[in-house]
């Protein structure tokens, strides 16, 4: 009997482990500036890093004034040839609790299909740095918007931390 309810225990824990795993949902508005949202759930503590980006796809021939963005929440691409052209912004991403964390990086709108990411779902160890890569391969001329959230995942107990290596 009492083997029975330990498995049984250890099954509902399992069970309501992977049932925290969901994604956080998709936002339901753009943000129009650097926000942070905190939250909790069962088992994780979440930060979510939400960015503005924008980009305007133009034809290749036109002039583009260039201009420089100092802003270090900014992720506006500003004016893009429609070529195939590629640029590139950067992310710094900071472990401020010091504990065991994972990070994944998600683009929503409709500039998401022109986002990549140089790593995503990873590991955040003491900081990292992430490229986030926007192609106009595939763009046609016109506007994007859209936001990228950063989503900062961090176990609320030691027990669910499964460490293959040595994390610090």
Do not use: H
């Not at 083997?3 to 250890?10: A, D, G, L, Q, S």
């Not at 429609?82 to 409709?110: C, F, P």
């Not at 763009?139 to 931390?161: C, H, Q, R, S």
Request: aromatic share 14%; proline share 4%; hydrophobic share 40%.
């Amino acid at each position: 009997m009492k083997n029975e309810i330990v498995t049984f225990i250890i099954v509902l824990i399992i069970f309501l482990y992977f049932l925290e795993l969901q994604e956080p949902l998709e936002p339901k508005e753009i943000v129009n500036e650097k926000t942070i949202l905190n939250y909790s759930s069962l088992f994780f503590n979440y930060k979510i890093i939400r960015y503005p980006t924008r980009v305007e796809v133009i034809k290749p021939e036109e002039n583009i004034n260039v201009g420089v963005v100092t802003d270090p929440w900014n992720l506006n691409f500003g004016y893009i040839p429609g070529n195939g052209s590629s640029v590139k912004r950067y992310i710094g991403i900071l472990n401020e609790d010091k504990k065991y964390s994972t990070v994944k990086l998600k683009a929503y709108g409709n500039i998401s299909s022109l986002i990549n990411f140089s790593k995503n779902d990873f590991v955040l160890n003491e900081s990292a740095a992430v490229e986030v890569i926007l192609n106009t391969t595939f763009a046609e001329i016109g506007n994007y918007t859209g936001e990228i959230d950063i989503i900062i995942k961090v176990p609320k107990y030691d027990f669910l931390v499964v460490k293959w290596n040595c994390f610090y």
